[in-house]
């Protein structure tokens, strides 16, 4: 037993040794990022479009890009999947069983491109190049009848798209002047 105590307390002197010669390393650890490396994670996109990348998709490239990449989660037209419905449920936010979707939910398509292009597909999420994301959103608005089937979205028409909810939030005023907080 006694054997078993001083290994213990050897072991826990190390660790706490450990430790602090790490943190007297970590003061002279790093560097300042450099303006193209902040860059290449200066990847957030506004609702007012601030941020979008220059690129396109349209409806058609989408569709192929969904059945290549969210199919498996979001089912068929985005309503059968085991992951959230992406279509659907357009004016059932007030009725007692609302459905939240791309196309009754969402306020804005600019953050949907955001949302996509950072996060998905799930199972490597930030994997889709630019034109990939705008032609799956192009898709998915499409989906929601909010797009038209032979449209193409890019940096300048997407801040453009009324999303069905635009109006249905009630912003803070904190928050309200995007333009003045950057």
């Not at 659907?88 to 936010?93: A, D, R, T, V």
Request: include cysteine; charged fraction near 15%.
């Amino acid at each position: 037993w006694c054997a078993m105590c001083s290994f213990r307390r050897s072991a826990v002197a190390l660790t706490l040794l450990a430790s602090l010669s790490l943190s007297a390393q970590a003061q002279t650890f790093g560097r300042p990022a450099t303006p193209a490396e902040i860059r290449l994670w200066d990847i957030d996109v506004r609702p007012d479009g601030l941020g979008l990348p220059v690129g396109s998709g349209t409806v058609s490239q989408g569709k192929a890009v969904y059945e290549a990449h969210c199919l498996g989660c979001h089912g068929h037209n985005g309503t059968d999947g085991y992951k959230n419905r992406l279509a659907g449920g357009i004016g059932s936010l007030t009725s007692d069983a609302p459905v939240k979707t791309v196309g009754s939910f969402w306020p804005y398509a600019t953050t949907l491109f955001d949302y996509v292009h950072r996060a998905m597909p799930y199972y490597f999420p930030g994997s889709l190049g630019t034109s990939d994301t705008y032609a799956v959103v192009a898709y998915i608005l499409n989906l929601n009848g909010i797009v038209a089937a032979d449209a193409a979205v890019d940096q300048v028409s997407l801040p453009k798209i009324q999303m069905p909810n635009r109006n249905g939030f009630v912003p803070d005023p904190e928050y309200t002047d995007f333009k003045a907080s950057r």
